[in-house]
């Protein structure tokens, strides 16, 4: 394929790309993400493939990412020319010859129908599937997508990630090509400031005044970064942007490159995310042949490159400063801030870092203005974020809601509440660093603010629902053992209080906890709080204070009369 | 640190270890995130999947980067290992999502199942990040904070290949069908 210089060209790839993710053939697609192939959704591909080079068919085989209901993979998804896209859930290999079937008959097998989709807005580009089969539930009257909005998953689980034509057919890099041509960087800063779009890595800042200190940084090369290392134990919803719509994120840091004025570009990706790096590979190489990513970007005389560095299993690296150490060739050790890396980033440079959710919006903002971007999600945070609903909940998977919806919406609504013939008892918000909310307290909205006068925080959006089998002493003491191993030992609070933390922690659940550890633990809770030197260790002892306050007969109850009615802590179990 | 004997069967590196590490640095130096690329690269090329003293010190005077620095960043990151893996690698999860759906059960039955003290091992102060193999080399026990596999939890990851939902039977059943598989 020749590089794209000029609208002829773009629009001769856009036409090429409708005609893959629209044909006038059917065409199946299965959702290879990472949550898919752990279901069986490799097995599933073949199995179609191998039938359909048999029989010879006229069907195109696609394998897309993932479209969010986990819980429901592998997803199939069959359209026919001039019909709906119809979604198959819980596929196994040995459906495929049925589903083939189903393709010259077009009647869908029923007990694997899921939903429909009549027509997609990509927010950048729209897509009119079809209409028909009335007996089938459009995908949004299906309550796990109810009440979502697909923004930064816009493409997700529809287009095939490894083709940039499939990308830029629904509206991929259309945004680009207009800031490009506009040439007014400013006006692109003001776009994203207007939006009030803020950091979605967990710690909310404006992403509009992060960026215009980058463009107002004096001299030389300057440096943009996606952060990627999602380190939170309990959320994934970067890896699955990545592996179902990687050029997105290529999109975005491309537009923000050259209204910041970067020539060099770092994706730092999770090393145990082997297919989001493999998708990205791929990605970069496709954007660099067809003249989005490299030198004379579109021809119009911008160059700007892009690196994909793994990391190696170091939770501390999604820290900033952290980062950039890491970049630099030393331990993953965070610095004190200021200065901050607009000033002095990577070697010494100015550089800007932003989380890769938030570089998924800026092409949706670039398009449809700042106006529309605001009209979702609440006036301090508009928008919307991307959360993993995991843990004891019916539905798992990921979702994106508009910011400020009430927590009990994810947990009944979309996750249609605790498995069978259990009680939620509470909600762990933000990994690590956030903390567990209770039952009572599920009216609460989740946005950065309110989940923060609540002691927890919303962070990377990592959201794991607990019942009465779970213990929060437990809990906590898992969130300690881990921030603890992660502790990059740099500074004495967290190093030092986070293991003394723990040997309490581990005190309790084994029976030997005295009252006394209870105020020594929120005292030590609020001291590695104040006195630690970056985030990680500042956020620690969340997970610690939030339970001591929501769930203190818990901690009693392990003190007082030994018992842990969860079941969790050993050393305490009841016999039955 | 190793014992001496340990150590000298280490140090020794072949032409072709050589000319892959030259590679390696040819190809990441000077750009960001050089180090871990060498090492990832190093690593990932060695049969038993670990990084020896002998090709530290190597990186080190083909790098000119001191070698405590090096050895710095090859002890802080997880993923690096100083020494020699099993044939199989078997991962078990210890995210979020994975603890509380029972993942520290299955990690203790399968230590136990494998004749590796699990109860020492989870009363170490590093209890999440674990990496035992077998004195027979077949199988090494490791962990990791989180696979991002949340919706399938628990999740253990057997030579590369995810498998979800995993209770004590399926997991028993899996290392048994690897040990009959390598008679």
């Excluded at chain 1, 629904?170 to 945004?175: E, I, L, N, R, T």
Aim: proline share 5%; charged share 20%.
């Amino acid at each position: 394929m020749p590089r794209i210089q000029d609208i002829g060209a773009f629009n001769a790839v856009r036409e090429s790309g409708l005609g893959k993710l629209v044909p006038a053939i059917p065409r199946i697609t299965v959702g290879m993400g990472t949550c898919g192939r752990g279901n069986g959704a490799e097995e599933v591909y073949h199995a179609l493939n191998e039938a359909i080079q048999r029989g010879g068919l006229d069907v195109l085989l696609s394998g897309v990412g993932c479209f969010g209901a986990c819980f429901q993979e592998p997803l199939v998804g069959v359209r026919l020319p001039g019909s709906p896209l119809v979604i198959l859930r819980r596929v196994q290999a040995n459906d495929a010859a049925r589903i083939l079937e189903s393709v010259s008959t077009a009647v869908m097998p029923p007990d694997l129908i899921y939903a429909k989709i009549e027509e997609w807005d990509h927010v950048t580009g729209f897509v009119r599937y079809g209409q028909g089969y009335p007996e089938i539930a459009q995908w949004n009257e299906i309550p796990f997508f109810k009440e979502q909005k697909k923004i930064v998953l816009r493409n997700c689980g529809l287009i095939n990630p490894s083709d940039i034509e499939e990308y830029i057919a629904v509206g991929g890099y259309q945004a680009l090509y207009k800031v490009l041509i506009d040439a007014r960087p400013d006006a692109v800063i003001e776009q994203i400031k207007a939006a009030r779009l803020r950091g979605r890595g967990g710690a909310g800042f404006l992403t509009g005044n992060k960026w215009d200190f980058l463009a107002k940084a004096k001299g030389g090369s300057k440096y943009i970064i996606c952060n990627a290392d999602e380190g939170d134990p309990g959320a994934y919803m970067n890896r699955n942007e990545i592996e179902g719509d990687p050029h997105a994120l290529l999109e975005g840091m491309i537009i923000g490159a050259y209204v910041m004025g970067a020539s060099e570009g770092i994706i730092y990706v999770r090393a145990e995310y082997p297919l989001a790096v493999r998708r990205l590979h791929r990605a970069i190489e496709q954007a660099r042949e067809y003249g989005l990513l490299g030198t004379n970007i579109l021809d119009r005389g911008f160059n700007f490159n892009i690196e994909l560095v793994q990391g190696a299993g170091a939770f501390v690296c999604g820290e900033e400063t952290a980062l950039i150490a890491s970049l630099e060739g030393f331990p993953g050790r965070p610095h004190p801030r200021p200065p901050y890396p607009a000033e002095k980033g990577l070697w010494g440079r100015p550089t800007n870092i932003n989380n890769v959710e938030t570089w998924y919006n800026v092409a949706p903002i670039v398009t449809r203005g700042p106006g529309w971007f605001a009209e979702t999600g609440s006036v301090k945070s508009p928008g919307t974020k991307v959360f993993s609903l995991v843990g004891k909940v019916q539905n798992t998977g990921l979702v994106e809601m508009p910011l400020g919806t009430p927590l009990k919406s994810f947990i009944y609504d979309i996750g249609e509440g605790a498995v069978a013939g259990r009680r939620v008892k509470a909600v762990q918000t933000g990994g690590p660093s956030g903390g567990c909310i209770p039952v009572e307290m599920l009216d609460t909205p989740v946005d950065y603010e309110s989940l923060a006068q609540i002691g927890s925080i919303m962070g990377s959006g990592g959201m794991v629902v607990m019942d009465e089998d779970n213990c929060m002493v437990d809990v906590a003491r898992y969130f300690v053992e881990f921030t603890h191993s992660e502790s990059c030992g740099k500074c004495v609070p967290c190093r030092v209080g986070l293991n003394k933390a723990l040997r309490i922690l581990n005190a309790i659940t084994e029976g030997a906890g005295t009252a006394e550890h209870l105020n020594l633990l929120d005292e030590l809770g609020r001291m590695i709080r104040e006195c630690s030197l970056c985030a990680l260790g500042q956020s620690a002892p969340n997970p610690v204070l939030t339970t001591i306050r929501h769930f203190r007969e818990e901690y009693e109850d392990h003190i007082v009369a030994h018992r842990c009615s969860a079941g969790d802590c050993q050393e305490l179990a009841l016999s039955p | 640190m190793q014992s001496a004997a340990h150590e000298v069967a280490h140090e020794a590196l072949d032409a072709s270890e050589k000319l892959l590490i030259d590679q390696a640095i040819a190809k990441h130096m000077d750009r960001p995130g050089a180090l871990l690329g060498i090492l990832e690269a190093v690593q990932s090329a060695n049969t038993h999947k670990f990084l020896s003293m002998g090709s530290l010190r190597y990186i080190a005077r083909e790098t000119g980067v001191p070698p405590a620095r090096i050895y710095s960043a090859a002890t802080f990151y997880a993923l690096f290992n100083l020494d020699p893996q099993g044939d199989n690698v078997i991962c078990v999860c210890r995210g979020t999502a994975c603890h509380t759906r029972g993942s520290r059960d299955l990690l203790e039955k399968l230590c136990l199942d494998l004749g590796l003290h699990g109860h020492e091992v989870s009363e170490s102060s590093e209890a999440d990040k674990l990496a035992l193999t077998t004195p027979d080399r077949r199988f090494t026990i490791r962990t990791v904070a989180c696979f991002g596999q949340c919706a399938l939890a628990p999740v253990v990851e057997v030579n590369h290949h995810i498998l979800s939902h995993v209770n004590e039977r399926t997991l028993q059943r899996e290392v048994k069908a690897l040990t009959q598989g390598r008679k």
